[in-house]
């Protein structure tokens, strides 16, 4: 089981080693960030990767920032909107492993990913999910969605537990404890929240998901906190031992989860979900530690893909 | 801005030193047989920062008293068992102006400020939305940070928000932060039709612009790190009064506020302290994972306020 983002790294670089090697495919590769990462990431020997973009700019980008681009595979294509279909072409012929977002909007990357044309649709909900290596956690804590659906409705959060539980597994994680978050730990009429999760609940424990242990509604403390799942007293697999907190909005993705990165020192990495193939994205304003792992993942997850092909 | 308060131990000076000229703040601690918060009550008490009056099952309060070798001696207790007994009781003492603010101790918030809050007799004020305020004090940002609302307001609206931050200026105010920087929190820094939280923030924002909210500068919608990191605020691009240093951070909906939090007081290690405000007292209380500390830090802010009100 992958306990940190250094685990992360270290796990795609055994990929590497044995012979396993990812290739991502970037779409729209001028940008500096990415083009940074992506060397990082090829240095570090976590993966290979195929540039699809405006060559000229990609050559000037490298040059200013002095980001070598030795070893990576630049494929000239200024148009932004075909440098993203190429990107995603060479995943769905399983030559590339993952897409990474370049210099492009999610949506129409995602656009791209989901173009029937290369059937990479798994018929589920697309989600991010954020991976925390939290100094005080005893282990990973992923946190989602902050980044696809504003306001999940109760199916569409079965698509997202499903989405991180699959994550989970990728990480060596069994079983993943999901946690269904709200304000209370009990079902209180005036928090709606409470009463869709409690109903999550009841749905996610008649598909009978394997490898996948979930509560809820859980408040956070409650989820992450020994000392209060011990307070509680409550024979709860999840208490105090969530792998994922399962979140309603957006907001309560994105809050709580920055506030725990500038504040908690949490390194993050996250990827998208629920195609084919895992989509990478880094911001701008991620370090480069969290940015190398974010790619790892994207690694892990596609191998986790491709182990389990055919499994349905 | 020389005498703003950054620290709890600033804090706990500053109130020291209002009841020099004041009265000390009377306090009602309900459900006063919780050893964390009658430990922290008379700790507060022997530090001749409150005037406590216990309520609760006095036999119980006593045993617990005794367990942790605490000297009740000097404090009066009001002997009730049932939930809803304290709770009138405790009304009756504001009413009554015994007390200048409420400790909760073993009894649910949820409970309290149905009963408490209830017409025609409660505490509540008019016009006045109630809002649960915790204020943050960490190692990696230069003042105290004002969130709200964790713990009342379920899904503000704009007018409740308007209310919510209302309550947090008046505080921020009496911390000596004379203009405070209100940050509309949300998932990005640009309005999005399809996020109504960016649309709720900037309708507040420009509210402020147009000179009908005043004595703050407000700013939304604001992500997490824009609002508090200076160095993201400007790689974003973000100019404003309030981006990289807000003092007011106000929470799109309870679940956010809530495990925000948390995850302050766990992973964060912040120190904390926690009010329900806008009624007639100020309620000092905190959540289950927080520090006996924590709980004190409650009770002196709580007191603050009361004082600060008188």
Known sequence: MIKSSQEIIAAAQKLSQNGKRRRISVAVAQDADVLGAVRSAYDDGICDASLFGDGQKIKNLSEENQISLDGLDVIDQPDASKAVLQAVELASTGEADAVMKGFVSTSALLKGVLDKRFNLRAGSTLSHVAVLTLPGYH????????????????????????????????????????????????????????????????????????????????????????????????????????????????????????????????IFAGVIVGARVPVSLVSRTDPVIGKKTSIALACLVSDYYRRTEGEG | MSDQIKT??????????????????????????????????????????????????????????????????SLQIIDRDSKVDMIIETVKLVVDDKVDFIIRGNITTGLMLARMFERPNGLRVRKNILSHLAIFEHELYPRLLIMSDGGVTVAPNIDQKLGIILNSVRVANMLGVEMPRVAMMAAVEVIYTAMPVTMDGAVISKMQDKGQINNCYIDGPLSMDVALVPEVAEQKGVKSEVAGRADIIIMPNIETGNATYKAMSIFAKAKTASVIVGGKVPIALSSRCDTTDNIFNSLVLASFIALNDK
């Open chain 1, 139 to 266: 282990k990973l804590l992923m946190v989602t969605d902050g980044g696809m659906i504003v306001k999940p409705r109760l199916e569409q959060k079965l698509g997202i537990l499903k989405n991180a539980v699959l994550v989970g597994k990728a990480l060596g994680i069994d079983p993943v404890r999901v946690a269904l978050s709200a304000a209370a730990d009990t079902v209180i009429d005036k928090m709606p929240q409470t009463k869709e999760n409690a109903e999550l609940v009841k749905i996610v424990k008649a598909e009978n998901i394997a490898g996948c242990e979930v509560a809820g509604p859980m408040s956070f403390d409650f989820a992450t906190s020994a000392d209060v799942a011990a307070m509680e007293g409550i024979d709860n697999p999840v208490a105090g031992n969530a792998d994922v907190y399962l979140v309603s909005s957006i907001e309560e993705c994105n809050i709580t989860t920055k506030s725990m990165i500038i504040f908690a020192r949490a």
């Open chain 2, 8 to 73: 709890f131990d600033r804090l706990v000076s500053a109130t020291k030193r209002i009841e020099t000229s004041k009265k000390r703040a009377r306090a009602a601690l309900v459900g006063a047989e919780e050893p964390s918060y009658l430990k922290m009550t008379i700790r507060a008490a022997e530090e001749g920062l409150i005037e406590p009056i216990l309520i609760g099952p006095k036999n119980k309060i006593e045993e617990n008293a005794k367990a942790n070798d605490l000297d009740l001696s």
